[in-house]
């Protein structure tokens, strides 16, 4: 979505309540900040039931092959605990001075940004993690004088936006919003700038095949043709949270101009402090008219450790053109006289009977409706009609 033009009521309201958190917060040192964003943390892990299920839903993706229930569900706990200290202590890093800054942060890998940038422009390829606000005010701070910029999407409020752009812009940040020219973008890392991307978002079959954590999926191919384009180099760059106000900036150089090469220095990154992870988006929820389209982009070398998962809930068990390793079929049955109540509950336990959560439910058109409502975040097919699907079915499932 993209930002409002003129603020409703609620934005104002909106408005009025962050500008009066920012007043609080730089009334409050930062190690205080830190610890109430720890306890907001822990009292919307009890609270908030649907975002802690959408933390761990994506934590057993990201995960569910490595780790138990028990410490997933410990993770997604720090994980609240870990974004609520980072942002409240956002808010008031831009109003920090330099020396103070510097004090909370490390740098390391920053061999590796100056080697590059004196190459020419780089593309900043960064993750939802750690404190972001720092990431935005920190590259001024580093030894190299070299002019930054961000790729960024606009908040739809515009009141709270327009104070975000001010604190960014005030150290001299350089923004491109969302829907800014690629010609832009390249033109300003072709002067030898550094342009930062938020590159670890779902961006649907438009974008690039890629595995990630084993997974089928795909990433933005911006960052890499725009470093390509602009004859500029790839750094990774990602914030870890090592302390009460404690955080490293990490730098590394990313070899190869591909989406794969980002995808797996995001995921190194995401492996190197998990709590720190913004797991509140769906990352790998499968969406669109024809949701499994993007999987025809994959070779025979794909890669992939981790196929989707299809759960066909009709008598019949459709073909699909993909093989087994990149889309797993399993039939299970499900009484759809049942109510709302019963039919959820069933659903659940097919979630809990798998390796993860199912990426996609195929089921009869006439049920299509109520069962995108019961699955939440899982995507609902219809026998007819049906994307990439055979003409023929397969036999009945014994």
Request: overall charge positive; charged content about 25%; glycine content about 6%.
């Amino acid at each position: 979505m993209s930002r409002s033009k003129t603020p409703t009521i609620s934005h104002r309201l909106e408005y009025l309540v962050y500008r009066g958190l920012e007043w609080a917060i730089q009334m409050m040192s930062l190690e205080t900040t830190f610890k109430v964003g720890e306890f907001a943390g822990r009292f919307s892990h009890r609270i908030l039931k649907t975002r802690r299920r959408q933390v761990i839903r994506n934590l057993t993706f990201a995960f569910g092959n490595e780790k138990s229930r028990e410490e997933i569900e410990n993770l997604a706990s720090l994980a609240f605990e870990r974004i609520g200290a980072n942002f409240l202590t956002a808010l008031k890093i831009p109003f920090l001075k330099d020396e103070e800054i510097l004090r909370h942060v490390r740098f390391v890998g920053l061999d590796a940004l100056e080697r590059e940038t004196e190459k020419g422009g780089i593309v900043l390829v960064s993750p939802h993690m750690g404190n972001w606000e720092l990431l935005a005010q920190v590259l001024f701070l580093t030894p190299n004088k070299i002019t930054v910029g961000t790729h960024y999407r606009p908040l739809n409020n515009s009141l709270i936006n327009a104070v975000v752009e001010r604190r960014r812009k005030r150290r001299g940040l350089k923004l491109f919003p969302k829907r800014a020219s690629t010609h832009k973008l390249t033109s300003f890392v072709r002067e030898g700038a550094a342009l930062g991307i938020l590159a670890d978002q779902r961006v649907g079959s438009r974008g690039a095949a890629s595995v990630f954590f084993g997974r089928p999926t795909t990433c933005s191919p911006l960052p890499h043709l725009i470093a390509k384009r602009g004859k500029g180099q790839l750094i990774g760059l990602h914030c870890r949270t090592v302390g009460t106000c404690r955080w490293e900036v990490h730098f590394n150089h990313i070899e190869e101009m591909t989406a794969q090469a980002c995808a797996e220095n995001l995921e190194e990154a995401w492996r190197s402090s998990p709590e720190d992870v913004f797991w509140f988006e769906d990352r790998w929820r499968i969406q669109g008219k024809e949701p499994l389209k993007f999987l025809e982009k994959y070779g025979d070398n794909h890669g992939v450790s981790r196929p989707l998962r299809l759960v066909n809930l009709t008598p019949t068990r459709p073909a699909f053109d993909f093989p087994p390793d990149i889309l797993a079929e399993e039939r299970a049955d499900l009484n759809f006289n049942d109510n709302d109540m019963e039919l959820t509950e069933a659903l659940s336990k097919i979630e809990e009977e798998g390796p993860v959560a199912p990426d996609i439910f195929v089921c009869p058109a006439r049920h299509q409706s109520r069962l995108r409502k019961l699955s939440r975040k899982t995507q609902v097919l219809s026998v007819f009609p049906l994307p990439a699907i055979r003409s023929k079915p397969r036999p009945p499932a014994p």
